[in-house]
């Protein structure tokens, strides 16, 4: 399809960009007004990985002149196990327990007038522990015998936790269709595989950090976060207050944070509730880097994949376990595997999914959730499964992968639209030309180029992965101002994806707006705006794009009535074209939109809620990725000589942003496969590398030097947000499998425990 | 972050006056000394309350070359040392060496004097707020041994101690037959190294490295260092290895060869250079010097290290090959 675009779909410069650029922007982090009455806030953390408080006495630390507030578990309010939580289940804990779930769980907090005396008021806060058994491995706490770290379910899987009362309900997974047993018997080859995924801080780089005070028996809170609309919701309800007592602001630019502050957690309560118990006075909790690591990371994972074809090519069942690490306080019972197999046609399928809690740091959301990890499995399966019958991992793709007319009536993935026909083909077809899969690959296993021990490979795979979730509250608000320039009001966070910017060009093109008469009103103030969705799950651009898009049609639609009066025309005649209504028919007889509303004496205020906004049905990003490495047989160096990620987010909003999110997420992927892991001692169940020197993200230096995005923006046959899908996550996706398989195929060796360092590398060639 | 002393001397004697009671510690660069203050991984019996910074001491910051030998000041920063075109081309192993240090802006930052004296690696010993009081704090065991030793040492431990010196310019240094020069004394970089349970180094409490000297190359002689790490951008060795190497009318007629992140102390794999003089330096015979130099391994029996031992064997064979 094709439209005409003014300002959809450029590169446009993002408005916060230059003073990023030149350290000229002020992130909450960086403030702090010394002659201001702030306090500073401090945590006393558990030394054991796994324990019970017997006895706390917080009395001394009270008593120390320069100290305000002293919170532990009894000072958290009753609400909070049952109810505290966020619109999406993301619950993490009622904020201080007097269980302590892993090393670094949080036992009390402070606040005092130094940071000093912060620190010196919790070695006076007295903790008699009873030390508890402790599980690191997600497998083992669901055996028989683990150690029950869940108290209000009777073991560490969701599963039986949904049947005790009072649950929250988290989805537990078994499902399937078709019939599995029997179509493994009658395949032609079957094949298993265990394949782990290790648990990673996600690399969020802004200290988290709240300013909370009360006035009255109003909360205000400043910091950085995902999801200020939620919280507001949670922190009332957990306060005991209305949500109009409730105020999140959120500055302007905040750090990227790849969806660790997608829930409500113990980030906003312990500012709230020591502020309140300090009287009112602000509170400060800024988190260290050592806090910010044992504060949330991405879960591990363990998965048994089984896997069936038959000699002509067809995938014809599959069978997946997967025991997702929770870590203490997390909450997933899901992989978001079915987003895995909305990308195959898979006729007979079994699935079962065990959320895990154990004794390491807890976890949450994180950019693309479940589907690196299901993904790395799977698609290494994929080519297993393709090489055993002889068929190239391409051609067993496209012969396998969803198709749109296939689909229909057929339980694949979230949605029959959600892919169409030609989407893996042409991205298959991209990729292999651009990374040389004709000369390349050589057979599986088979390195196409050496030099003593350096070998070379090159691997594939695909993926798809949600745009938003089906159903949120939503709302934005367009308002001519008095000069004839457009204010947009969204109450989503930009955690730096420049979404405020691409808001700004979808108001300016569906008004008909010159881009730079758009601004969006940067900070988030929930006093000031109306409810939004948190940015996350993919859906900024595509859901919050169409709500806007729509408040700036009502805006529009308004103008073009008053300017019809004032022209003497049908409204229907009229449309603006830069910022100037202009009649149709009559290009000659026009009024730009600054001397009709000043004219006029007139405010016009565009809106879009909930029900005006018609979401049509999720139409998933899709991607494919291509990698080229060379491994060091003698030293298990693993180097990617070229990767190229194609990506289909439909059509671009920003061109530049959109390249930004690919690259990124191409970044992580890549990180993950190779570099990143966060390590446990066995004995004492402590994390061995909470800081970024052991705890290897990669830097600009580390990416391959030759890496491409291939952007395909086809089938836009939707238009709510200018027939854009989404880019946030899916590009992180991958990635990891890619290598792998390229791994595999220059060594003729597979690794199935993600994180392909040396040591692993060497392990499966047999020369440790 | 802990409060402590701060003190500035102008003078080497000020310096020796400042270092006189045993709880201070010099400070040139920092970037190791403030990472081991501010996560507070010292017990309070261990604890520094002191300060001395080389900053305003004359003279400690040059690269020369004068009576047959190269000599480097203490504080000069790495990344001049990795840059300068003298030691590119003569000392290259050093040049190699302190260009692969961390990343830019802690090689503008760290000194070459800092960077041989920093404090051995260990994840359990470097825990914040002194989580696990291991061995080298006083404590009775060392976590490594049943823990998590996949960087740890793997030909053996000192005073049960398995924390590797971490440094990239100490084995360049051993290769290259380097002197350090203290306040008070020469000592060949073989000697310089003695960890002993506590200290890395053989200086004492109130001693200080001023310089570094290298005799100028003989005929003949080529020097190389390769570093292998998860990370290119920044990162601490798993293994790296620094070889010098003479050749004259095609025969190997010395070597030295060292390996670093193996041992408490950088290792000199003398079998290996036993096994190559005399020899044509090809393929097979720095195959054969890599197999040589791994032989007195030790990797823990039901450990993680044992993988680094095909590396290092590895990069005695990659070192030597580049001195060709």
């Known amino acids: 399809m094709t439209r005409e675009l003014n300002v959809i779909g450029k590169s446009l410069p993002i408005r916060t960009a230059d003073a990023k650029v030149k350290g000229q922007q002020a992130y909450i982090s960086d403030t702090y007004d010394k002659t201001s009455n702030t306090l500073i806030a401090k945590t006393l953390k558990s030394p054991y990985a796994h324990a019970k408080i017997k006895r706390i006495d917080t009395s001394a630390a009270e008593a120390l002149p320069g100290v305000a507030a002293v919170i532990s578990y009894k000072d958290m309010p009753q609400l909070m196990p049952n109810r505290y939580r966020c619109a999406i289940d993301n619950f993490e804990g009622p904020g201080l327990s007097d269980h302590q779930k892993f090393v670094g769980d949080l036992v009390a907090a402070v606040a005092a007038t130094s940071e000093e005396i912060a620190l010196k008021a919790l070695d006076l806060i007295e903790v008699e522990y009873e030390e508890l058994d402790f599980v690191l491995d997600e497998k083992e706490a669901t055996e028989p015998g683990a150690p029950v770290i869940r108290e209000w379910g009777a073991t560490n899987n969701w599963h039986d936790y949904e049947k005790a009362p009072g649950a929250f309900d988290v989805f537990v997974h078994e499902e399937g269709w078709g019939e599995p047993e029997q179509a493994f018997a009658g395949a032609d080859v079957v094949l298993e595989g265990k394949f782990t995924k290790q648990p990673i801080w996600i690399g969020d780089l802004e200290p988290l950090t709240a300013i909370a005070w009360w006035q009255g028996d109003k909360l205000t809170i400043k910091l950085n976060h995902q999801c200020p609309h939620e919280i507001k919701e949670s922190l009332a309800i957990g306060m005991g207050i209305k949500m109009n007592q409730v105020r999140v602001i959120i500055p302007e630019v905040i750090g990227g944070t790849f969806g660790i502050t997608n829930s409500a957690s113990r980030f906003e309560v312990i500012p709230s509730l020591l502020s309140r118990k300090a009287g009112g006075y602000p509170v400060k909790y800024k988190m260290t880097r050592e806090e910010m690591i044992l504060h949330k990371h991405r879960d591990g994972n363990t998965q048994f994949w089984k896997m069936a074809a038959n000699y002509d090519g067809t995938l014809v069942a599959v069978d997946e376990e997967h025991y997702i690490n929770n870590g203490g306080w997390g909450f997933k019972g899901h992989p978001y595997g079915h987003w895995y197999y909305s990308y195959y046609q898979v006729p007979n399928l079994h699935g079962i999914y065990f959320g895990t809690n154990t004794n390491k740091v807890s976890t949450g959301c994180h950019r693309g959730v479940g589907a690196l990890a299901t993904n790395f499995g799977g698609e290494q399966m994929i080519d297993m499964l393709a090489g055993t019958i002889g068929m190239d991992p391409i051609e067993f793709r496209k012969k396998n992968c969803t198709r749109v007319q296939e689909m229909e009536g057929m339980p694949y993935g979230l949605n029959p639209n959600g892919i169409w026909s030609e989407d893996f083909d042409r991205m298959l077809d991209a990729g292999a030309e651009r990374i040389g899969w004709a000369e390349k690959f050589v057979g599986y296993g088979k390195p196409y180029y050496e030099d003593g021990p350096r070998k070379r490979g090159v691997g594939c795979s695909i993926m798809a992965y949600l745009s938003g979730v089906p159903t949120v509250p939503i709302s934005a608000i367009v308002e001519i101002e008095r000069d004839g320039t457009a204010k947009v009001i969204e109450g989503q966070t930009d955690l730096g994806t420049s979404s405020k910017t691409t808001m700004a060009m979808i108001a300016a093109e569906a008004l008909g707006f010159k881009a730079e008469d758009v601004r969006v009103c940067q900070e988030v103030d929930t006093d000031g705006c109306s409810w939004a969705p948190m940015t996350g799950s993919s859906m900024t651009g595509q859901k919050m794009g169409a709500t806007v898009k729509l408040a700036a049609l009502d805006a529009r639609n308004k103008l073009l009535n008053i300017a019809a009066g004032v022209m003497e025309v049908s409204a229907e005649d009229l449309e603006i074209v830069d910022s100037i209504v202009v009649e149709k028919n009559n290009p000659a007889n026009t009024i730009p939109v600054h001397d009709l509303i000043h004219q006029q004496l007139l405010t016009v205020i565009g809106t879009a809620d909930y029900h005006h906004v018609p979401f049509p049905p999720l139409h998933l990003q899709t991607g494919a990725c291509f990698a080229d490495v060379e491994v060091n047989t003698d030293t298990g160096e693993v180097k990617v000589l070229d990767i190229v990620l194609c990506h289909d987010s439909g059509q671009p909003l920003n061109k530049a942003v959109l390249e930004n999110q690919v690259f990124g997420g191409l970044h992580m992927g890549f990180g993950h496969c190779l570099m990143e892991s966060s390590l446990y001692d066995p004995i004492t169940g402590r994390i061995l590398n909470p800081n970024m020197i052991d705890h290897k993200l990669p830097t600009t230096l580390d990416i391959p030097h030759k890496a491409d995005n291939i952007y395909l923006s086809e089938n836009l046959d939707t238009d709510h947000a200018f027939g854009a899908k989404s880019c946030g996550e899916g590009p992180a996706i991958s990635p990891s499998a890619s290598i792998a398989n390229a791994v595999h195929n220059a060594i003729g060796v597979r690794i199935f425990d993600e994180g392909l360092s040396p040591d692993k590398i060497l392990k499966a060639l047999g020369k440790v | ?324």
């Open chain 2, 1 to 324: 972050m802990r409060s402590f002393k701060y003190i500035n001397p102008s003078s080497i004697q000020e310096l020796e006056t400042a270092l006189g009671n045993g709880k201070s510690q010099v400070i040139a660069g920092g970037t190791d000394l403030l990472g081991l203050v501010k996560d507070n991984v010292l017990p309070s019996d261990l604890q520094f309350d002191t300060i001395v910074s080389l900053k305003n001491i004359p003279d400690l910051s040059y690269i020369k070359e004068e009576d047959g030998a190269l000599k480097v000041g203490a504080a000069t920063k790495l990344s001049e040392i990795a840059n300068h075109d003298l030691v590119k081309e003569k000392y290259t192993a050093l040049a190699e060496a302190a260009g692969k240090v961390a990343s830019p802006h802690l090689r503008n930052m760290g000194t070459i004097g800092g960077n041989i004296c920093q404090v051995n690696r260990c994840w359990y010993f470097r825990g914040i707020d002194n989580y696990f009081d291991c061995i080298r704090k006083g404590g009775n065991i060392c976590y490594a041994m049943t823990g998590d030793n996949r960087f740890h040492s793997i030909y053996g431990a000192t005073s049960g101690c398995l924390a590797v010196n971490p440094s990239d310019t100490a084995p360049a240094l051993v290769a290259l037959s380097a002197s350090i020069v203290t306040n008070k004394r020469t000592i060949p970089a073989d000697d310089f190294f003695a960890y002993n349970g506590v200290k890395s180094t053989i200086l004492d409490d109130n001693e200080v490295v001023t310089e570094i000297q290298i005799p100028s190359p003989a005929i003949g002689e080529k020097s190389s260092f390769v570093k292998l790490a998860i990370r290119k951008s920044i990162d601490f060795p798993i293994v790296n290895c620094a070889s010098c190497v003479t050749i004259a009318d095609g025969i190997i007629t010395a070597a030295r060869i060292c390996l670093n992140a193996v041992f408490n102390n950088p290792y000199r794999a003398t079998s290996a250079e036993d096994a190559i003089i005399g020899n044509t330096l090809d393929d097979s015979i720095a195959a054969t010097a890599g197999e040589a130099a791994v032989e007195n391994t030790v990797p823990l029996p039901n450990g993680k290290n044992g993988y680094k031992k095909a590396i290092a064997s590895a990069l005695v064979k990659q070192s030597l090959l580049a001195c060709k």
